[in-house]
């Protein structure tokens, strides 16, 4: 059973012009907000902050508007289950959701979570967190190969692998196909460049080189966790 990424490709598939796919909704955003957010992102015991987690999935989320509505399907579902997860640190239960370990216990523990079908804890945080996590390989894997692609290297083709070695796997085929012609959309490697609001190409691939590797290293440290619970599938 597939969720949330990816369903509003099923709506109105809205194919951005080259001038909206570089105008940027917000003109402070500066790619190293996500740098500097995943730079918190892990206690010193290397439990996942999920208010930190929130913080760099906002970022995220900036940068994506920035290249119009081609990455709306992802961004807006982004939206929705931050808001979750927000609310959720905001209830008088919040002081059990102050990492994404401590908040799988609790939920695990108080049965909050609708392990082999969907029941009556649809928005649980174990199960949002789940389908942002499966969304942030996705952007993992796609800014890695912009760190290392060529000035005229084809972001659809990058995006497209990065795409499929990730979120398409939980969507089914109408939905795969409508994403990749999303992708033929993309603009240019300079225009993603250019929302980055870094400086230099140079910079950027330097900015890039810092904050994959942390991007990565919260991606397998929820991977982990969620694997020993048999959390991965959840419905």
């Known amino acids: 059973m597939y969720d949330g990424f990816g369903k509003h490709l099923t709506g109105q598939l809205l194919l951005p012009t080259m001038a909206d796919s570089v105008a940027s909704d917000d003109p402070k955003f500066c790619f190293e907000e996500v740098l500097s957010t995943f730079k918190v992102c892990l206690s010193e015991d290397k439990a996942v902050i999920l208010e930190n987690y929130v913080?760099?999935?906002r970022g995220l989320i900036k940068f994506l508007n920035s290249l119009g509505s081609v990455f709306g399907f992802i961004s807006k579902d982004a939206i929705n289950k931050i808001q979750i997860l927000v609310n959720l640190l905001k209830?008088?239960?919040?002081?059990?959701?102050?990492?994404?370990q401590s908040m799988v216990r609790y939920e695990l523990d108080n049965g909050l979570v609708d392990i082999d079908k969907r029941g009556s804890h649809p928005e649980s945080g174990t199960r949002t967190l789940l389908r942002l996590h499966r969304a942030l390989?996705?952007?993992?894997?796609?800014?890695e190969r912009l760190r290392i692609s060529s000035e005229d290297s084809k972001t659809s083709?990058?995006?497209?692998?990065?795409?499929?070695?990730?979120?398409?796997?939980?969507?089914p085929w109408v939905l795969r196909k409508a994403a990749?012609?999303?992708?033929?959309?993309?603009?240019?490697?300079?225009a993603f460049f250019e929302v980055m609001n870094v400086g230099t190409p140079e910079k950027v691939v330097a900015v890039l080189g810092e904050a994959?590797?942390?991007?990565?290293?919260?991606?397998?440290?929820?991977?982990?966790?969620?694997?020993?619970?048999n959390l991965l599938n959840l419905p």
């Open 212 to 229: 994959v590797p942390l991007i990565s290293e919260v991606y397998q440290i929820t991977e982990e966790l969620y694997s020993k619970n």
């Open 180 to 190: 990749g012609l999303a992708f033929c959309v993309l603009p240019g490697r300079p």
């Open 157 to 171: 083709v990058m995006c497209a692998d990065a795409y499929n070695e990730s979120l398409a796997q939980y969507h």
């Open 55 to 57: 913080s760099g999935w």
């Open 137 to 143: 390989r996705w952007l993992e894997l796609f800014l």
């Open 91 to 100: 209830e008088d239960t919040h002081s059990h959701y102050m990492t994404v």
